[in-house]
């Protein structure tokens, strides 16, 4: 799976625009359901302790999952049992609101006087006319979209025909249970923050968005299953070797989408440790890879970090 889609996987924004195409869930899981009784795969978390008593359960995520997928392994749930609040990427709501709605589509698409197929080779645009007459969607309105937003709607759509679905999401379920439990939220980014990080691509990044997605959706599902098993297992080992695999290409969007990110959450998660609190926090698990990542970054700075398995004192 190359950087970049592997990027849009972590990432948590969803095209809106192609998420219409699903009917919204209304089964939720049943949460005696959602943890694995009998350690089916480890889990992707890790307990970071400070001292003072503080405590951050770094809880790795995957923003869209399959039903199947579930249940969880049970580090995921002694992360909320015996955290105070809940760190997501964005603020709780703002994924399915509105406002990302409205904000991909003013910035997802053209002005009326130009067109994708104007910005790209003859022969992406033919892949891309391919694509869409086989997913049975409108020509005229991808010819709308810059090569961002298309790759994003692309793989949206092939994620979904696996079953995996942005409110099957591990931070999705959370969210849910923490807004009926009345848990304290709260986020690391905002909206417009992850909607600029694919709209200020240069063209040509877009360029190679779009061509590297097109040159890979026949192989989503292998790709995606081996994902899913490095995440169930916390194979970081796998799933570092899946993001770094092409990164060396591209380290201006390795800062842009990682690196720098992760470097902004420690200066708002460090002071919940020196603070004492006990927080579960969910983000994407290819923050937690290679040296730039939040577990090495809070190793660096003298904290204790384990893997769920090896604590005993939940």
């Given amino acids: ?14 095209c809106a625009s192609a998420c219409e195409r699903e009917a919204a869930r209304t089964d939720r899981m049943d949460e005696s359901s959602a ?9 992707s978390v890790w307990v970071v302790d400070a001292p003072n008593g503080g405590r951050l359960y770094l809880c790795g995520t995957i923003h869209i999952l399959r039903e199947k997928d579930y249940p969880l392994a049970p580090g995921y749930e002694a992360a909320y049992m015996y955290s105070n609040k809940l760190v997501l990427e964005l603020p709780p709501g703002a994924a399915s609101g509105a406002e990302l709605t409205s904000r991909m589509s003013q910035l997802g698409m053209y002005s009326a006087d130009t067109s994708l ?11 891309v006319k391919k694509w869409t007459e086989k997913h049975g969607l409108d020509m005229s309105s991808m010819n709308r979209y810059r090569p961002w937003f298309v790759a994003l709607l692309m793989t949206n759509v092939e994620y979904a025909n696996l079953g995996a679905k942005p409110d099957m999401g591990v931070d999705s379920h959370f969210e849910q249970r923490a807004k009926q439990d009345g848990k304290p939220m709260e986020g690391l980014e905002t909206v417009e923050f992850q909607i600029q990080l694919f ?10 968005l779009l061509e590297q997605t097109l040159g890979e959706v026949s192989g989503v599902a292998q790709e995606y299953e081996k994902l899913i098993q490095a995440w169930r297992h916390g194979n970081l080992e796998t799933l570092q070797d899946m993001l770094y695999r092409e990164a060396e290409k591209y380290p201006d969007l390795l800062n842009l989408f990682l690196v720098a990110r992760n470097l902004a959450w420690m200066g708002h998660l460090e002071p919940m440790l020196k603070n004492g609190e006990k927080v579960m926090v969910l983000v ?3 923050h ?25 004192d939940f």
């Fill in 199 to 208: 709209a200020s691509l240069t063209d040509q990044q877009q360029r190679e």
């Fill in 1 to 14: 799976m190359p950087f970049f889609r592997l990027l849009l996987t972590f990432a948590i924004i969803v």
């Fill in 117 to 127: 197929q104007a910005h790209v080779s003859k022969e992406t645009w033919q892949a």
């Fill in 284 to 286: 994407g698990t290819g």
């Fill in 288 to 312: 937690f890879t290679s040296d730039t990542g939040l577990i090495e970054l809070f190793r660096q700075r003298g904290y204790r970090v384990r893997h769920y398995r090896e604590v005993t």
């Fill in 35 to 43: 943890f694995v009784p009998d350690g089916d795969g480890d889990g």
